[in-house]
């Protein structure tokens, strides 16, 4: 499948790496394809979410992603589904921080141990992977570009997808900003 990304999604996904190493994870997630794809320039992904004015927002992205991290990764409907069986997110967030530290939900962020290899991509970061190839030849494309990348991860459920709604990012808000109005036409090289 690697064989069929352009120049910028395999960018996207070295950058992805580049991310998870800075932040010490263990893994390469969701988070970070979505985080290395804000930084790439001049592509039609890169437009789009300039567009959709991810850009100017990265902070509160970040600071949105941040938070479903310290909720130890539950996204939006998890919260709302234990909610609605009286169970406060928040509570239990505040108190596992209180005994174990802030962060303590966050997962492998902590460990910092050395690689003698490559970083493992998570289950979620892979479905985006395999969602891209999905996307680009369900538009026709013989090509897997940032702009499949971006679309995977509004159209697969969790956190990054949330968390991209949140912000005005949906999977057609996104195709809009991509492929105009028409949104069923066929896709560009970059």
Not at 68 to 85: F, N, P
Not at 128 to 153: P, Q, T
């Amino acid at each position: 499948m690697f064989e069929r990304f352009t120049v910028g999604a395999r960018a996207t996904v070295t950058g992805a790496v580049t991310h998870a190493e800075r932040a010490g994870a263990d893994s390469v997630t969701e988070e970070h394809l979505l985080l290395s794809l804000l930084d790439q320039k001049g592509s039609r992904a890169s437009f789009a979410v300039t567009a959709l004015g991810l850009i100017d927002r990265r902070a509160s992205l970040e600071a949105a992603l941040g938070e479903a991290r310290r909720r130890g990764g539950l996204t939006r409907a998890d919260a709302e589904a234990l909610a609605g069986i009286g169970i406060d997110i928040t509570e239990i967030v505040a108190r596992v921080e209180g005994a174990h530290g802030e962060g303590a939900l966050a997962g492998d962020r902590g460990n910092r141990r050395w690689w003698s290899g490559r970083r493992p991509f998570t289950g979620g970061a892979k479905s985006i992977l395999e969602k891209s190839l999905r996307v680009a030849l369900g538009r026709r494309d013989r090509f897997i570009g940032e702009e499949h990348l971006l679309l995977a991860l509004t159209a697969c459920p969790g956190v990054v997808a949330d968390v991209l709604a949140d912000h005005g990012a949906t999977y057609a808000t996104v195709e809009r900003a991509l492929y105009g109005d028409g949104g069923q036409g066929r896709a560009q090289a970059s």
